[in-house]
């Protein structure tokens, strides 16, 4: 049996043990319009990264709307993610841009069903102590990190790409998006792409051993962040779940807004109480995000194509993809009544 295999078995297997249950297969539910009642005893398994997405709907209030018992299990990753969902284990997941191109370069097929962007880019280049680098052009000749499958991939490309270079002008170093903090902190390579709290803990934590970052600015023309919850097919043919999805759609984008629009608890519940950082840096987190938005799918596949299209053309999946074909657009319907829902924003 090959690793791959034996990998796949391994998630399967602790899933199995961990959660138990069996996710069946059903006729596909039609997303939109009046949602029927969720079945009492109907579950929903959800990826979760960092406990992130479990904080924000609780501290939002939204997790009691969702009429499903969720479990939470927490990965580094979307490759991570992406092999539960292969092993049947997952229902649900919150990634970033990446996964679901890997997942369909894979023939997996598994529909994005809504979508939370930023106005910030995804991650930030945080350097080795004892290094600078000002401009992306210096990138030249450094070892950075690199992990395939995830939003640090499309990530590096562009920069590379901004900065006129290619990969045979760097050393690109493969990491699991885990590893990254430490190869940073150890010197492992020379610049890493990170996303937050372990960007600013890394920057406070080294201080006193120079560890600096790429200017900001120079990230102004890079990927901004997207956040996408993509669901397995099996989960959207059975009519519980799917209503289940729809319902967690609603409250995912009403928990999202109520982070923007009460940073202080926000902060407070995520950024100090789970993650351990101070809460001025919290906020500096949040402030850095910019502002967010939860677009219909329709309106994403143009510049989901263009990340396709920089990850072919770099080698690392084997076709050219049609990036329509990763959104389910019957969910459409459902975003726009979740953001027509809204409460305005207090003055």
Not at 265 to 270: G, I, L, M, R, T
Request: hydrophobic share 45%.
């Amino acid at each position: 049996m090959s690793i791959k295999k034996l990998r796949l078995h391994a998630v399967c297997a602790l899933f199995s043990l961990a959660l138990g249950g069996v996710f069946g297969a059903h006729a596909f539910a039609q997303p939109g319009g009046t949602d029927p009642a969720v079945p009492a005893g109907t579950k929903l398994v959800v990826a979760d990264q960092n406990e992130a997405l479990q904080t924000l709907l609780r501290s939002a209030g939204e997790q009691a709307r969702v009429g499903a018992s969720i479990t939470y299990a927490n990965f580094l990753g979307g490759p991570a993610i992406l092999e539960a969902f292969r092993a049947g284990a997952l229902d649900l997941a919150v990634v970033g841009n990446t996964p679901p191109i890997q997942a369909h370069a894979a023939g997996e097929t598994l529909p994005i069903v809504a979508a939370r962007k930023n106005s910030a880019p995804d991650y930030q280049f945080a350097v080795r102590p004892g290094l600078t680098i000002n401009t992306l052009k210096e990138l030249k000749g450094k070892k950075i990190a690199y992990a395939e499958g995830t939003g640090r991939q499309p990530f590096v490309l562009a920069a590379l790409k901004l900065a006129g270079l290619s990969r045979r002008d760097v050393r690109l170093v493969p990491l699991r998006a885990g590893e990254f903090p430490t190869a940073i902190r150890s010197g492992q390579v020379d610049v890493a792409a990170l996303n937050e709290p372990h960007f600013s803990r890394y920057l406070r934590d080294y201080a006193d051993q120079k560890a600096s970052a790429i200017p900001a600015a120079e990230h102004a023309a890079l990927p901004t962040s997207t956040a996408y919850l993509y669901a397995s097919p099996k989960a959207l043919k059975d009519p519980a779940k799917a209503a289940a999805i729809r319902q967690f759609v609603n409250s995912w984008i009403r928990a999202s807004d109520w982070a923007v629009k009460h940073p202080q608890q926000w902060v407070q519940a995520y950024y100090v109480k789970n993650q351990g950082l101070k809460p001025e840096d919290g906020f500096a987190i949040v402030k850095s995000e910019g502002k967010v938005y939860y677009p219909l799918l329709s309106a994403l596949i143009p510049s989901q194509q263009q990340l396709v299209d920089l990850i072919h053309d770099a080698g690392d999946i084997p076709k050219r993809l049609d990036a329509g074909e990763e959104f389910d657009l019957g969910f459409d319907p459902v975003i726009k009544a979740a953001v027509d829902s809204l409460p305005p924003a207090a003055n």
